[in-house]
T-cell receptor, first 114, second 112 residues
């Protein structure tokens, strides 16, 4: 069975500092991996995805993530955080065949200090 | 949240009352989902529908029913609401070759 672990419930950074949110997954084959962001009172929005090829993927809002098969990780990064990045971030893993059922991590809440 | 609409945005029910949460997508995709979101629990799948006329249980289906009468709409029904069903409910659809999900804005439900 596939699973996703986001080890950090909360992360606090200062505006302008760099950010890394951790995500570890368990999946038998090459997974589809996603990061979503949820602003307060909103639905989830896709930030970026990995499905094959280049292991460093770029997303919206200046975010990037790196797929590391050997570590079963897909960490999200941003070089300089803005106050508007304060939100909940979810990592998800999915499969390519059959009935598509993704698995979401429990989320990491990002707090940005001015 | 373009492409997926949900109604209502907020709802308060008394224990035992029933209601239907509505979801519609305008992107002609097959797969649709209902999730609930609770603090510290992430997203948990209630039901999903791989295509029009088909539905399957997810992780937490008890107390809910769904209906996928056409490709566009996927509704979630609570027959007899319980306080444990107080949550935020999200509808989503899967699109593209990699099945990325597009979410509606959510329905915040309180059962007293």
């Amino acid at each position: 069975a596939q699973s996703v672990t986001q080890p950090d419930i909360h992360i606090t950074v200062s505006e302008g500092a760099s950010l890394e949110l951790r995500c570890n997954y368990s999946y038998g084959a090459t997974p589809y991996l996603f990061w979503y962001v949820q602003s307060p009172g909103q639905g989830l929005q896709l930030l970026l995805k990995y499905f094959s090829g280049d292991t460093l993927v770029q997303g919206i809002k200046g975010f990037e993530a790196e797929f590391k098969r050997s570590q079963s990780s897909f960490n999200l990064r941003k070089p300089s955080v803005h106050w508007s990045d304060a939100a909940e971030y979810f990592c998800a893993v999915g499969s390519s065949g059959g009935s598509y059922i993704p698995t979401f991590g429990r989320g990491t809440s990002l707090i940005v200090h001015p | 949240n373009a492409g997926v609409t949900q109604t209502p945005k907020f709802q308060v029910l008394k224990t035992g009352q029933s209601m239907t949460l509505q979801c519609a997508q305008d992107m002609n995709h097959n797969s649709m989902y209902w999730y609930r979101q609770d603090p510290g629990m992430g997203l948990r799948l209630i039901y999903y529908s791989a295509s029009e006329g088909t539905t399957d249980k997810g992780e937490v289906p008890n107390g809910y029913n769904v209906s996928r009468l056409n490709k566009r709409e996927f509704s979630l029904r609570l027959e007899s609401a319980a306080p444990s069903q107080t949550s935020v409910y999200f509808c989503a659809m899967a699109a593209g070759p990699h099945h990325e999900q597009y979410f509606g804005p959510g329905t915040r439900l309180t059962v007293t």
